[in-house]
């Protein structure tokens, strides 16, 4: 690993390497975790607990019906399609002890979309929530999925309570649209089935592939990253070296988890389905974060000790009075990704809360985490408004447009290297040629390095705004407006203008209803240079965002060329 700076001074408090190759697979991880700590409770979902050893039983009764019922091959492809449910690491453990490759698939996916991912992909089986079986049924024709397991809601909640949740579900909020699956199965009855077959562990190998898992097609169609159990492991051992830091699973206390963000995105995949597997922690799962109110009113019956979230949900969160009056004794650290985190909620957060908003770095090919801020001595060392510095066993260079690494404090392409690193974009030679320099995976995203190797991202490459032939970057510029405190949410982009080639426009939800341009702009004039400050400015009710909250800069951009001209 590359001598930063900030490992002069505080390396010893960090390993500077791990072992990728610390567990065979994921399977053989996990099964640690399920003998260690059998009689905790591993999920808990709308008020029903599994403990390890449930959730290791009922694995390998999912495992079981995929190999001896359902017949399907170590290698094969499973697609997942449902949000947070005790179902999902039940389906998702077994399919990986089985061998299989797992497509993660965004349950409010179009019927395109999930025709392109499940044929991208091969997949050959899916498990899906009936409130979703509608879409399947209007392409499951055109795809190579032959096993097909439907469940619902309170499949795991048991006896009445799960029969009642099913029923309101179904027939009084009537969120399941009619369906027809002709030879579809019923995800209780699999469990049954498999329960009364012997499993037999098929040998995997750190190299096998572990997920499909598709980029959100922010830029073009969506690419299937290929993340191997070595991948996944190694992500897990860099994770669990960085948060010790934090004091995570150093007490007696079982650690509890806030789960908001799905578990088929690759934050939540990584950091709280696996790493909090890995360490016993009791995972709360919440299936509908958007209701604040029941979200808030959940997590109120816990003394939580970590969350994690992206910059929406914690402005959300930070937002609702129910919010300050959360116990957070226990809360050591909430940890955000997935898109920048603002300066004014990272300190609001740490202001309400008395614990540390820590922002960390990385993408669905590095299966995610590459940076982290330092969680040590109570997170005294973290820097707000960057990510941090590498975890163990990975390198970073910061490359200008012809591949030359610049000076530090200099802005360019931050490019990784580790075992974390995917194996490359599935079928695609040509995406995953264009994605490396060297074997350096290059991520579209502007970063800077500090003299003291904290580095800072800057901006998406492609949505960079040419303003006069100045870069304007729109973290920045959201960054600024964000702190006004009649301003909720803001998006910036980039549109046509004679003069200048662009322009800057935002997008603002307000928080007080008084809110008007010309605050905005006089608020922009104290805080930003004159080419930065927005030309246009444009009220919404809210913004587009993708399933984990993230701001869609591409979306705004696209319905605003759809709406408006620019002389």
Known sequence: MQDYPWFQQYGEKIPREIDPNHYDSIPALVDESFKKYSDKVAFENMG??????????????????????????????????????????????????????????????????????????????????????????????????????????????????????NFVVKKVKKMVPAYNLPGAIKFKDVLKQGSQHTFNAPTIKNEDLAFLQYTGGTTGVSKGAMLSHRNIVANLEQSCAWMEGGGLNDDEQQEIVITALPLYHIFALTINLLVMTKIGAKNILITNPRDMEGFLKEIGKYQFTV??????????????????????????????GGMAVQKFTSEKWSEVTNSPLCEGYGLTETSPVLTGNPLRDGGKDIRVGYIGVPVPSTHIKILDDDGNEVPVGERGELCAKGPQVMQGYWQNEEATKNCFAGDYFKTGDIAVMDEDGFFKIVDRKKEMILVSGFNVYPNEVEDVIASHPKVKEVGAIGVPDSKSTEAVKVYIVKSDTSLTDEEVLSYCKENLTGYKRPKYIQFADDLPKSNVGKIMRRLIKEADAKENTYA
């Open 48 to 165: 029903k607990a599994l403990t390890y050893a449930e959730v290791d039983k009922l694995s390998v009764d999912f495992a079981s019906y995929l190999q001896n019922v359902a017949g399907l091959k170590q290698g094969d492809k499973i697609a997942i399609q449902m949000p947070n449910l005790l179902q999902y690491p039940i389906v998702a453990f077994g399919a990986l002890r089985a061998g299989l490759v797992v497509v993660n698939t965004n349950p409010l996916y179009t019927p395109n979309e999930m025709e392109h991912q499940f044929n991208d992909s091969g997949a050959s089986a899916i498990v899906i929530l009936a409130n979703f079986a509608y879409n399947l049924e209007k392409i499951l024709k055109d795809t190579k999925i032959k096993t097909v397991i439907v469940t619902e809601i309170g499949d795991l909640f048991g006896g009445l309570k799960g029969a009642i949740t």
């Open 307 to 336: 969350i994690t979230g992206v910059n929406t949900l914690f402005v959300g969160m930070l937002n609702h009075p129910r919010f300050a009056s959360l116990d957070f004794s226990r809360l050591k650290f909430g940890f955000g």
